[in-house]
């Protein structure tokens, strides 16, 4: 019989006394723990509450003090800001007469290109002109280019389409005499090129330079079938010919202009009309607009569609490029206040969002811009808004050589011909390849030293000329050989051709950084620390210098004084872009700012640059499309700003506060700085924090000083593209 089981344990062990105790203990603790917590946490909600109610109050005190006093703020920076307009304009118009009353004092025999008559007349009697001697046509030449130069100035101003054809077509006729005067004298110099024979050779080669050309030429007299090539040392040109090019009749011309005549007519050709453009935000000066002819095919109905369709984006661009009136100029101030006051306060951040789309602020705008981005059969045509020709034109021509004099019993014998110069043909023609079977026509090669007047931020890149599009193109080059240490590039083509070495426009931005602050009264300097290179502009009045360390292609330039038009196009055409347009967006990635709000900045910056220090904030591109951050703090003196003296400050279409944030914050923040105010404009917001000496400062500055501040704000856009 099986033992019986025990009895079972007990389900659980009785708790004690002490342990209960310690049990109620704990959960007492735990409960009054969570008392304390909830009632920490309702007196954070309550002061949370509190302060958020103070600072609604205060906000609204505030906004309302500056609701007060925001029709005088704004009255009072339009008069400085018209102020200085009208004593710009009168300096401007002053000046335009003196240079005319001094072109009429001259008394010389330089036509007026004004006055087509004029010009038409000089044209024909300097076609007609027998000169070939190389000296003096290059000296007739540089006359001719200041007057292109003239032209070029009164296209930009021309306010009728006729008016501006009449300009175009004279410069270009202007453009094509000089090209023929430049065959005329190489023509003389290889009629003579067996009295010229280089010993060593056997051969004619001459180097020919002024400040605006340097022509290079050789004659092939003794026809080695083993010569590859030749370079022209003191020009820093080189070129490479076929075998059947060595033991041919031929004269091989490196022709090198210092200016640049067919990206210009690339352009005119391509925009086909000009016509005048209000004052842009983007250069501070009249520019030229982009207008297309209607093709023959489109009708009056296509046309008025395509109006339709672009009204909106027009009176957009007119009322951000706008600076003019009935009365005069309009600050951007007084166009924002307009705009702010014609639409209720609740619309006005859709308004803003509309208008930042309709300008493409967010970097997907297409602008209306010179088609000239292609790739169709393999055809690559230079985009002339991403890519800037720099250093000139290089015209790579062969001829045939001129039948050369020969000595009889003292007499010299030529045979004249009435044919001019021929072009040598290269590749040969259909005709003669079908004669030759199996006559293959290798390329021509060029070698370039990068001329000293120029700065490649990165290695060049080739475009040869198309003569029959009018345009640049990057195909058929090959075998590009960039030899950075003797800055040194070749590259071969199918045949002779005239070429252009390009850099990227936008390669510098957008900037790293930027800085403007005072030297003393009416002084400033500004700084831009771009994507590949740093300079400096000193201010001083109506005129700007450039200082750089990057001494090579720049000793032109560093040192001068000259007017910000004048320093903008030595700049470009030097390589250093820091300049922006209409274009620049589709290239380059910016902020997004609203235009007027950023324009509006520029003024008033100009206005108070003999006093205060103005840099770049990371906290920019963090605020928004409709707001701008910047640090600015009081200063004098040449000295650098010290970092502690900086404060933040950020403008809006309505108002402009000082932040409570510093540059060194982990996240961007609206708050203003406790104690300070809210006003309408930007200056009254600086002055808040000025001495009084420093106020003073700000009402002496010369209308000229200021003006020049401001479009050079305008003409780099450090708000937009840092």
Same mark, same amino acid.
């Given at each position: 019989?099986? @033992?019986?089981?025990?009895?079972?344990?007990?389900?659980?062990?009785?708790?004690?006394?002490?342990?209960?105790?310690?049990?109620?203990?704990?959960?007492?603790?735990?409960?009054?723990?969570?008392?304390?917590?909830?009632?920490?946490?309702?007196?954070?909600?309550?002061?949370?509450?509190?302060?958020?109610?103070?600072?609604?109050?205060?906000?609204?005190?505030?906004?309302?003090?500056?609701?007060?006093?925001?029709?005088?703020?704004?009255?009072?920076?339009?008069?400085?800001?018209?102020?200085?307009?009208?004593?710009?304009?009168?300096?401007?118009?002053?000046?335009?007469?003196?240079?005319?009353?001094?072109?009429?004092?001259?008394?010389?025999? &330089?036509?007026?290109?004004?006055?087509?008559? +004029?010009?038409?007349?000089?044209?024909?009697?300097?076609?007609?002109? !027998?000169?070939?001697?190389?000296?003096?046509?290059?000296?007739?030449?540089? #006359?001719?280019?200041?007057?292109?130069?003239?032209?070029?100035?009164?296209?930009?101003?021309?306010?009728?389409?006729?008016?501006?054809?009449?300009?175009?077509?004279?410069?270009?006729?202007?453009?094509?005499?000089?090209?023929?005067?430049?065959?005329?004298?190489?023509?003389?110099?290889?009629?003579?090129?067996?009295?010229?024979?280089?010993?060593?050779?056997?051969?004619?080669?001459?180097?020919?330079?002024?400040?605006?050309?340097?022509?290079?030429?050789?004659?092939? %007299?003794?026809?080695?079938?083993?010569?590859?090539?030749?370079?022209?040392?003191?020009?820093?040109?080189?070129?490479?010919?076929?075998?059947?090019?060595?033991?041919?009749?031929?004269?091989?011309?490196?022709?090198?202009?210092?200016?640049?005549?067919?990206?210009? %007519?690339?352009?005119?050709?391509?925009?086909?009309? $000009?016509?005048?453009?209000?004052?842009?935000?983007?250069?501070?000066?009249?520019?030229?607009?982009?207008?297309?002819?209607?093709?023959?095919?489109?009708?009056?109905?296509?046309?008025?569609?395509?109006?339709?369709?672009?009204?909106?984006?027009?009176?957009?661009?007119?009322?951000?490029?706008?600076?003019?009136?009935?009365?005069?100029?309009?600050?951007?101030?007084?166009?924002?206040?307009?705009?702010?006051?014609?639409?209720?306060?609740?619309?006005?951040?859709?308004?803003?969002?509309?208008?930042?789309?309709?300008?493409?602020?967010?970097? +997907?705008?297409?602008?209306?811009?010179?088609?000239?981005?292609?790739?169709?059969?393999?055809?690559?045509?230079?985009?002339?808004?991403?890519?800037?020709?720099?250093?000139?034109?290089?015209?790579?021509?062969?001829?045939?050589? @001129?039948?050369?004099?020969?000595?009889?019993?003292?007499?010299?014998?030529?045979?004249?011909?009435? &044919?001019?110069?021929?072009?040598?043909?290269?590749?040969?023609?259909?005709?003669?390849?079908?004669?030759?079977?199996? %006559?293959?026509?290798?390329?021509?090669?060029?070698?370039?030293?990068?001329?000293?007047?120029?700065?490649?931020?990165?290695? @060049?890149?080739?475009?040869?000329?198309?003569?029959?599009?009018?345009?640049?193109?990057?195909?058929?080059?090959?075998?590009?050989?960039?030899?950075?240490?003797?800055?040194?590039?070749?590259?071969?083509?199918?045949?002779?051709?005239?070429?252009?070495?390009?850099?990227?426009?936008?390669?510098?931005?957008?900037?790293?950084?930027?800085?403007?602050?005072?030297?003393?009264?009416?002084?400033?300097?500004?700084?831009?620390?771009?994507?590949?290179?740093?300079?400096?502009?000193?201010?001083?009045?109506?005129?700007?210098?450039?200082?750089?360390?990057?001494?090579?292609?720049?000793?032109?330039?560093?040192?001068?004084?000259?007017?910000?038009?004048?320093?903008?196009?030595?700049?470009?055409?030097?390589?250093?872009?820091?300049?922006?347009?209409?274009?620049?967006?589709?290239?380059?990635?910016?902020?997004?700012?609203?235009?007027?709000?950023?324009?509006?900045?520029?003024?008033?910056?100009? #206005?108070?640059?003999?006093?205060?220090?103005?840099?770049?904030?990371?906290?920019?591109?963090?605020?928004?499309?409709?707001?701008?951050?910047?640090?600015?703090?009081?200063?004098?003196?040449? &000295?650098?700003? @010290?970092?502690?003296?900086?404060?933040? $400050?950020?403008?809006?279409?309505?108002?402009?506060?000082?932040?409570?944030?510093?540059?060194?914050?982990?996240?961007?923040?609206?708050?203003?700085? !406790?104690?300070?105010?809210?006003?309408? &404009?930007?200056?009254?917001?600086?002055?808040?924090?000025?001495?009084?000496?420093?106020?003073?400062?700000?009402?002496?500055?010369?209308?000229?000083?200021?003006?020049?501040?401001?479009?050079?704000?305008?003409?780099?856009? !450090?708000?937009?593209?840092?």
């Amino acid at each position: 019989m099986p @033992p019986k089981k025990g009895k079972s344990s007990k389900k659980g062990q009785k708790l004690s006394k002490a342990q209960k105790a310690k049990l109620q203990q704990e959960e007492e603790e735990r409960r009054l723990k969570d008392e304390e917590e909830a009632r920490l946490q309702a007196e954070k909600e309550e002061q949370e509450r509190l302060e958020r109610e103070r600072k609604e109050k205060e906000q609204e005190s505030l906004e309302l003090k500056d609701q007060e006093r925001r029709e005088d703020e704004l009255n009072e920076l339009r008069h400085l800001l018209e102020e200085n307009h009208t004593a710009v304009t009168k300096w401007q118009t002053d000046t335009v007469e003196t240079e005319k009353w001094e072109r009429y004092m001259r008394c010389d025999d &330089t036509p007026d290109p004004a006055v087509q008559q +004029d010009i038409n007349t000089y044209m024909s009697l300097w076609r007609d002109d !027998p000169e070939v001697d190389i000296t003096i046509v290059l000296e007739q030449c540089r #006359l001719a280019l200041q007057l292109i130069e003239e032209l070029e100035v009164l296209l930009r101003e021309a306010t009728h389409p006729q008016e501006g054809q009449k300009y175009q077509e004279a410069l270009i006729n202007l453009q094509e005499l000089i090209h023929f005067k430049h065959n005329l004298t190489t023509e003389e110099i290889l009629k003579r090129a067996n009295a010229n024979i280089d010993t060593e050779t056997g051969n004619m080669q001459t180097v020919v330079k002024d400040d605006n050309v340097t022509l290079c030429l050789w004659a092939n %007299l003794k026809k080695n079938p083993r010569f590859k090539g030749l370079t022209f040392e003191e020009a820093g040109l080189g070129f490479e010919i076929p075998k059947q090019l060595a033991v041919s009749d031929i004269a091989v011309r490196i022709l090198h202009t210092h200016y640049d005549h067919l990206s210009l %007519l690339a352009r005119m050709a391509h925009l086909r009309t $000009y016509t005048p453009s209000h004052r842009s935000l983007a250069s501070g000066q009249e520019v030229l607009a982009d207008t297309d002819i209607p093709e023959p095919g489109e009708t009056e109905g296509e046309e008025e569609v395509k109006e339709d369709n672009e009204t909106q984006q027009h009176r957009v661009d007119e009322e951000v490029h706008s600076i003019q009136g009935s009365e005069g100029r309009k600050s951007a101030v007084s166009m924002q206040s307009r705009r702010n006051s014609a639409q209720p306060a609740e619309g006005r951040g859709s308004q803003v969002q509309t208008q930042m789309e309709a300008l493409g602020a967010d970097g +997907d705008m297409t602008p209306p811009s010179v088609q000239l981005t292609v790739m169709d059969h393999g055809v690559q045509v230079v985009d002339l808004m991403q890519y800037t020709p720099l250093g000139g034109v290089l015209y790579y021509d062969a001829f045939h050589l @001129p039948p050369q004099a020969h000595q009889v019993n003292g007499w010299e014998i030529r045979q004249l011909l009435d &044919t001019g110069l021929q072009v040598f043909p290269h590749p040969l023609e259909k005709t003669s390849l079908e004669d030759n079977e199996g %006559l293959t026509c290798p390329p021509v090669g060029a070698s370039v030293t990068l001329p000293d007047s120029v700065v490649f931020l990165e290695p @060049p890149l080739v475009a040869r000329w198309d003569p029959r599009g009018k345009q640049w193109r990057m195909d058929g080059i090959t075998d590009v050989s960039y030899e950075e240490a003797e800055s040194k590039i070749s590259f071969k083509m199918d045949s002779f051709q005239a070429f252009v070495l390009l850099q990227e426009t936008y390669v510098n931005l957008p900037f790293q950084s930027w800085e403007l602050r005072p030297l003393g009264q009416d002084s400033a300097l500004f700084t831009i620390n771009g994507a590949l290179i740093d300079l400096s502009i000193t201010i001083q009045g109506s005129q700007c210098m450039l200082q750089s360390e990057q001494e090579r292609g720049l000793s032109h330039l560093i040192g001068k004084w000259m007017s910000v038009p004048s320093l903008q196009r030595a700049m470009i055409n030097a390589g250093i872009n820091i300049f922006v347009n209409e274009y620049t967006d589709k290239y380059v990635s910016s902020c997004g700012k609203d235009p007027l709000t950023e324009h509006a900045a520029y003024e008033q910056m100009a #206005l108070f640059a003999s006093a205060c220090a103005f840099s770049w904030s990371k906290w920019n591109a963090k605020c928004g499309a409709e707001h701008l951050v910047m640090q600015v703090c009081e200063h004098c003196g040449p &000295t650098p700003v @010290p970092q502690s003296s900086w404060s933040l $400050y950020l403008l809006g279409a309505q108002r402009s506060q000082k932040l409570e944030i510093t540059e060194t914050s982990e996240v961007f923040s609206p708050d203003h700085y !406790p104690g300070s105010e809210f006003h309408s &404009t930007f200056i009254h917001m600086l002055q808040d924090s000025m001495s009084t000496d420093g106020i003073a400062r700000t009402r002496e500055s010369n209308y000229l000083f200021v003006d020049t501040v401001q479009t050079l704000l305008c003409a780099t856009r !450090p708000l937009m593209y840092s």
